[in-house]
Each structure stands twice: as C-alpha cells, then as structure tokens.
C-alpha cells in the first residue's frame, strides 16, 4: 500500500513539475512573441512616417537573448555599461515616449539630419530603428526600473522619465 502511495505521489509531482515547466515555457514564448509585435508595430510606424522604404522585419533570436540576459538590471556597474554600448541595444520603454517620436518623425521627415541627429550609439532609438536590423533577442527584468530620460528628448516629449521593462539586443551587428 505505501508504495503505490509512494509511486503516485512521484507521478503526480513529475505531472504537476511538467505542467509548471509548459507554462513557464508558454509565458516565456508569449512573452517573446508580444515584444516582438511591439517592436516591429514601432518600426513600422516609424517608418511610414519618415518614409523609409528599406526597414526589415524582425525576428526572434535566442542566441541574443542569451546575451541579453548578461544584462538582467537598469543598475549596471561601469564595466558592464562599457559592455552594453558595444552591443546594438534598446531598453524597452513606455509605449507614449515611442509614439511621440514617431509624430515627431511624421511632422519633420523632410529634415533629414535634424532626424538622423537622434541616431548616435547611445541614443534612444538607434538599434531598434536599424533598417537593416532583422534580428532581436530580449531579457524581462524581474523589476520595472525607472530611468531618466536624456535631454534631447525634450525636443519631442514631455516625459522625463520612463518605466523599463527589459532590454533588447539586435543583430546582425
């Protein structure tokens, strides 16, 4: 008798384990696939509005997301930041910062250096709006992080600081 007991308790744990593990893997894959939505709807947009014919379509990648994760927090010490500007990155923002910068877009895309002024490595939109960008890998933190806005963006928005939901990494590099 207690080993049927045993036997059916072992079954039921590995049952209830496989069940957690298929939703884990579930909400990842969800997860996986909302950004990804997000993020070519922005590039899209963006490029409608500033009459960019060539901007490719992104895919899923696990291997940057793997690299992504090396960078699991908005709290990042020195060396880690010298890392992260290597990489073609884009935190993922409030969705209102993305949509004011594509109006803004809209509104002044025959000023084409004035445009081409927010692509600097480390400005906010410069990996994601690649256009020859077609892969992206992201890491979800485990906790929104607030960060602080920088100054150009005033020229387009009024928001100063935003909530972070993770990180993005884009290839080919």
């Known amino acids: 008798m207690h080993i ?11 049952c209830a384990q496989s069940a957690f593990s298929s939703r884990v893997v ?4 969800d997860l996986r696939q909302k950004v990804l939505g997000e993020l070519n709807e ?8 500033a009459q960019i014919s060539n901007m490719n379509e ?3 990648d ?16 020195r060396d880690t930041w ?12 409030k969705e209102q910062l993305e949509n004011d910068f594509v109006e803004y877009a809209a509104l002044h895309r025959n000023e084409t250096q004035k445009l081409k002024g927010y692509f600097r490595n480390e400005d906010l939109f410069f990996a994601v709006l690649q256009p020859n960008a077609n892969k992206v890998g992201c890491y979800h933190f485990t906790s929104l992080c607030v960060h602080k ?15 972070i939901r993770g990180l993005c990494i884009f290839g080919p590099k």
């Not at 049927?4 to 590995?14: A, K, Q």
């Not at 922005?42 to 509005?49: C, L, V």
């Not at 696990?62 to 010490?77: G, N």
């Not at 010298?82 to 923002?93: A, F, V």
């Open 26 to 29: 579930k909400r990842s894959e």
């Open 82 to 93: 010298k890392r992260l500007e290597r990489e073609p990155h884009y935190y993922l923002y």
């Open 149 to 163: 806005i920088w100054f150009f963006a005033a020229e387009f928005t009024d928001i100063k600081r935003s909530t």
């Open 62 to 77: 696990l291997e940057l997301e793997k690299v992504a994760s090396q960078y699991s927090s908005c709290d990042l010490d």
């Open 4 to 14: 049927s007991l045993g036997l059916s308790t072992v079954v039921l744990l590995f």
């Open 42 to 49: 922005f590039r899209e947009k963006y490029a409608n509005a």
């Open 58 to 60: 992104l895919s899923y």
